[in-house]
């Protein structure tokens, strides 16, 4: 995994979106075994702390699951990592709603524009 | 911990003494051969040459004294005061070990240079008895038979200020280094330091050697002979200076323990 | 118990406080930036923890005990400066420290050697400023310490090795050791850290974690360091 770290956000936080992102995307399939603490921290640069506390935060929100003596592994659950995926594209769009009504358009304009970048893609493959 | 100490301090100096020793060792053995040569030789010049060689070794027992007192000198400031200072002075020792490493070590190099010597004039001796059947070790080991009769304890109180002067000499050289340390002009002020020290031990010295000599204790009625004199000047000697180093050594503790002067 | 734990500890110099009053805990598992401007005490902190320096007044514990050959043999210190012997080769002076300190392990100092190439019999004077300083590393952190102190260990390194350094320290993590890191290249070393202290002319400044801070300021440690030493400068 590439890891590039923003200045302004804890990093521990940071894993753990990048994380989410691998999973929801399949980049990271499900069931897959996760390194070790010590290895994921060497390679992303980052204190072995913080690294733990992130794997936690994934534990919690059962996108990763630990068992035992095997180590750390991507959540084989499919619902779960719908809804974890689920609530990603959520806030994406939060976010695109709260950037587009900072612009100024209302809710019919938004819908518009996306009918009509939708009609220049189709356009576009045809 | 002071084994340990011994050990790697042994191997510090043992890169610069052994070879030392060597080539003293071999200068003498060249010299020695040169002198039976030169009982062979008409030859002028080659006369000269090999006379050359022998003195070349007096000029090596010289340089040999002085380079051993230098190489002891450098180690302890070095690994002192220097950069491995924070090497040294961070090792699980305490600085009575790391102190008294250094002091015996010292010792047994300055012994090693004066038994070598000394053997190497013995070995000269020799060489000159083989020489025309100049029987020069007889009359040397009957005179110095002769002497340790009549000297008896004066030779082991003798052979004590030795080790107690080497003892002494080296403490204060590691007081004077110890003290100088704590200025920023560390070299200079050890130098100052040393020869301040030199005058303390000179006055000690002689305060308590001249009355020592009034004192009706030791007036020479009560001393029948010469020998029982000295035998007791030496030891007061000795005692002092004992009691000299002694102070020596501590000072060095202190500015060691307290006044670490390494940045 | 914190392995590192400073009492009013005081170390004036004259008239000049190099440490004024500083109270710090570090406790085990933690990677703690000392982070300051030059001239600020932070290496006159590490060698009062050392034992390199007397405090004028206060202490330092470390593991609860006073400077001393026990916590001496607890501590492994890379100083700010090479001071490696220079007659010695790394062959040498991996037995020597092996004799030294029970928790050496010659075997990794062995492994960390040939895997930068580094060769053995090669004497310090012969070796390169940078090769010094790898070696010096490999060897502090060879130890199994309680505390490691690593006085400006990316200073005036390349940036390969100063990589190499970093994630040298990770991978020697230790649950039950601490690692104080000082250092004024904050932006370098702060994804290492657990928590940051900053120092100022003797007296601590702030002290919290790496997270809480850019929690709470939504920068990095570097910048609000920046902005904090500015008031300073400016006061």
Redesign the interface.
């Known amino acids: 995994m590439e890891w590039k770290?923003r200045?302004?956000?804890?990093?521990?936080?940071q894993i753990v979106e990048q994380f989410r992102q691998s999973i929801v995307s399949g980049k990271l399939s499900p069931g897959q075994r996760l390194e070790s603490v010590?290895d994921l921290?060497?390679e992303?640069?980052?204190?072995?702390?913080?690294m733990q506390?992130a794997l936690q935060e994934l534990e919690r929100e059962g996108l990763v699951y630990t068992q035992r003596t095997a180590g750390r592994f991507v959540s084989e659950d499919a619902a779960v990592i719908e809804r974890g995926k689920r609530a990603m594209a959520m806030e994406k769009i939060r976010e695109f709603l709260s950037a587009m009504n900072s612009l100024g358009y209302s809710r019919e304009e938004i819908l518009s524009l996306l009918s009509e970048e939708k009609e220049e893609e189709n356009n576009a493959d045809s | 911990m002071l084994g340990k100490l011994l050990k790697h301090e042994f191997r510090a100096t043992a890169r610069m003494m052994l070879p030392m020793l060597a080539v003293l060792f071999g200068l003498n053995l060249l010299a020695d051969a040169s002198m039976l040569l030169a009982e062979h030789t008409r030859e002028g010049f080659l006369a000269f040459l090999l006379a050359l060689i022998v003195g070349l070794f007096f000029v090596g027992v010289i340089v040999a004294v002085v380079m051993t007192l230098v190489v002891l000198t450098l180690r302890f400031y070095r690994n002192f005061f220097g950069d491995e200072g924070y090497v040294t002075f961070t090792l699980p020792a305490t600085v009575h070990e790391q102190l008294w490493a250094k002091l015996l070590a010292a010792l047994v190099w300055f012994f090693a240079t004066m038994l070598e010597i000394a053997l190497c004039f013995g070995l000269m001796g020799l060489t000159l008895s083989l020489m025309q059947g100049f029987d020069f070790s007889g009359i040397v080991w009957d005179n110095l038979r002769e002497a340790l009769r009549q000297f008896g304890t004066l030779g082991l109180d003798s052979l004590f200020a030795m080790l107690i002067g080497t003892l002494v000499m080296l403490l204060q050289l590691y007081a004077a280094m110890s003290l100088g340390q704590m200025f920023s002009k560390k070299v200079l002020m050890s130098v100052v330091f040393f020869f301040a020290l030199n005058l303390v031990a000179s006055i000690l010295g002689s305060a308590v050697t001249v009355p020592a000599l009034f004192h009706p204790v030791v007036s020479p009625q009560s001393y029948p002979d010469a020998v029982r004199l000295f035998s007791h000047l030496i030891r007061s000697n000795n005692f002092t200076q004992l009691v000299f180093g002694v102070a020596l050594y501590f000072c060095s503790v202190l500015c060691l323990k307290k006044r670490l002067n390494l940045a | 118990m914190p392995i590192l734990e400073c009492r009013m500890l005081t170390k004036r110099y004259g008239e000049l406080a190099a440490l004024d009053g500083v109270n710090l805990a570090v406790e085990a598992?933690?990677?703690v930036g000392l982070l300051g401007p030059n001239g600020s005490g932070k290496t006159t902190l590490i060698k009062l923890a050392n034992g390199l320096l007397s405090p004028t007044s206060g202490e330092v514990l470390i593991g609860g005990k006073l400077p001393g050959p026990e916590t001496k043999r607890l501590v492994s210190y890379l100083p700010d400066r090479c001071c490696l012997p220079d007659w010695m080769n790394s062959e040498q002076l991996i037995d020597f420290y092996s004799d030294f300190y029970e928790d050496f392990d010659a075997a990794r100092a062995g492994e960390m050697l040939s895997h930068l190439k580094i060769d053995a019999k090669m004497r310090v004077r012969a070796m390169s400023k940078g090769t010094r300083e790898k070696v010096q590393l490999i060897l502090v952190m060879s130890r199994r310490a309680k505390l490691y102190l690593l006085d400006e260990p990316i200073g005036g390194v390349d940036p390969a090795t100063r990589?190499y350094i970093?994630?040298t320290i990770?991978?020697n993590?230790d649950p039950e050791a601490a690692v104080v890191i000082s250092t004024h290249l904050i932006a370098d070393v702060e994804?290492?850290?657990?928590e940051a202290v900053f120092i100022n002319n003797g007296r601590v400044v702030l002290q919290k974690s790496?997270?809480?801070l850019?929690?709470e300021s939504?920068?990095?440690v570097?910048?609000t360091f920046r902005e904090v030493f500015r008031c300073w400068e400016n006061s």
Request: charge should be negative.
């Open positions: 770290f200045s302004d956000l804890p990093i521990y936080a010590r921290s060497m992303a640069g980052v204190n072995p702390n913080t506390r | 598992g933690h990677v990589d970093l994630e990770i991978r993590y994804p290492i850290l657990d790496v997270d809480e850019r929690a939504g920068k990095s570097d910048e």
